[in-house]
């Protein structure tokens, strides 16, 4: 490891993840503006993988290796597609991230209610069966830090929005530009419980002194600090979804930076009539 990379990332895991109340911060966010008028509000979308972004949409594989779902979710995009915006703050997250040779890996970023709809199913039966929550209200409160359910959206009502929609949200995690190697974070890709908490190793009682821990730590310190440095917030119950210029990001990002005046969101539902880059 060079002194270029080694000092990029002592800077980049010097800041820990913040603490936070994760049954709270993925919810309510839905009440918040939306500026239409705003200038990017109508901005088009992109084809990541066009950005020379790396990544695949986790949803629509067809090989079963999309755990825990193994298997295509109706409605799933072929490609991840972003606001031209956010794929080119990902572009510059991955100028950070490069002295310390790793950059950014995408699972998914817009979404259709279809896709999203079988996510929050499945997440349902999840709970009210291996965790054997049997009442409907209970299991859908349990699960709502995680999955934002779409069985309301109404496309002139902000209020029914969900943040992938507006294709300003995006899951993603790190990798190593030399062999393409996934970083080990602590979780995998859409766990509902604890593990998938950002702060989730920062917990003393959580330090067990463990490499796997240590490991985990560093790296989501890494992710989230370049991201939080590019302007984006991060989901507390996720470490994997970060957002840009939707309600979600205006609900989190003064938590991340108190000292910034963070304006009212501007992206709504990507217009599918336009046509994409």
Known sequence: ????????????TARPVPFHNPAADGKSYRAYPVDSSHELSSEPMVRADRRGLAGESYYARTDGMNVPYDRPLPGAPRY?????????????????????????????GYRTTECQQGIYDWMLEYVMGEKGIADPAEARESIAPYISDPSNYDRTNPA????????????????????????????VFDDPSDLSHTEYYEHPLRQDGSASAREARRNRRILFNAMIDEGFSNLPSEWWHYDWGDQLWAKN????????????AWYGPADLSADFE
Request: charged share 30%.
């Open 1 to 12: 490891m060079g002194l270029a990379e080694t000092t990029r990332i002592a800077e980049l």
């Open 80 to 108: 991840v597609w972003l606001r031209r915006s956010v794929a080119d703050r990902l572009v510059r997250v991955n100028d950070r991230l490069e002295p310390a040779g790793l950059e950014v890996y995408l699972w998914d």
């Open 160 to 187: 029914t929005w969900i943040s992938h929609i507006t294709g300003a949200a995006v899951d993603l995690t790190l990798r190593r530009r030399s062999n393409g190697e996934h970083l080990h974070m602590g979780g």
């Open 253 to 264: 990002r003064p938590r991340i930076r108190i000292d910034e005046k963070v304006p009212t």
